[in-house]
């Protein structure tokens, strides 16, 4: 096995587990997730791309757990080889066990720029902002919530050679930051601090491939003075409709 491989996931698996028994020394509340997605890439010029995904997310709690569905669609602008524009609209529906139901609509924008790229490794610095509009179903209140999200991922291939089927390891690390403009709601969703997350990935041929990620998610609310720390579980499904589509590391 290739030594750079190795060093990459032992680190992961260390960063994970210090955060963990860090997580075990506060006031945090422990639970784990299970995310399933498809993703589908469209050219529809030599530029714009259509994308999107849908998926459903549940969280395992005695006391708070939750089903979450969505779909995302969005576009990308490809200015040049390494930089790329995107925008979109999700629509996410969270039924809870003991909290009102909610529905969130989430317009975003994005900068994605693919650097530094290696012969086996791809990259990603992606920038977004999103406008999050929640409704509590039963009541009929909303809440608007501005967030800011950075991510750096990677995507590390084992061998040079081509080869129109193989594995590749998918990494990344991502920051969330808030502006909350009201608590009641936005409590409720338990906004995340930081996501961390490694795992597995295989291409099929030119236009599919799947990928499963273990992912450390933390997360804060006011809501009962406790914070969150989430081990996720995710599957996804890539598929490239159009040949030219390029599926990159960012992990959305």
């Known amino acids: 096995m290739d030594p750079r491989l190795v060093i990459l996931v032992l680190s992961m698996l260390q960063v994970l587990a210090s955060t963990k028994v860090s997580a075990q020394n506060d006031d945090i509340r422990v639970t784990w997730q299970t995310w399933a997605d498809y993703t589908a890439y469209k050219m529809i010029s030599n530029k714009f791309e259509l994308y999107g995904d849908v998926g459903a997310r549940h969280l395992f709690d005695r006391d708070l757990s939750w089903s979450r569905f969505y779909i995302r669609p969005g576009i990308k602008y490809q200015v040049n080889s390494w930089l790329s524009l995107r925008a979109g609209f999700g629509t996410f529906f969270t039924a809870h066990k003991s909290l009102d139901n909610q529905m969130e609509l989430r317009p975003f924008q994005g900068v994605a720029v693919s650097w ?18 929640i409704y509590n179903l039963k009541t009929g209140d909303n809440n608007f919530d501005l967030r800011f999200r950075y991510q750096f991922s990677t995507s590390f291939k084992p061998s ?93």
């Open 116 to 133: 530094p790229n290696l012969p086996l490794f791809k990259f990603a610095n992606y920038v977004r902002l999103e406008q999050r509009i």
């Open 160 to 252: 040079r050679v081509k080869k129109v089927k193989y594995f590749y390891i998918p990494a990344f690390f991502e920051l969330f930051v808030d502006r909350i403009t009201s608590n009641e709601i936005t409590e409720e969703m338990y906004p995340e601090d930081v996501r961390l997350g490694i795992g597995a990935g295989y291409i099929k041929d030119k236009n599919w491939s799947g990928q499963f990620m273990i992912i450390f998610q933390r997360a804060r609310s006011d809501l009962g003075n406790f914070k969150t720390s989430d081990l996720i579980f995710r599957f996804s499904i890539k598929h490239k409709i159009s040949p030219k589509s390029e599926m990159d590391s960012v992990i959305d």
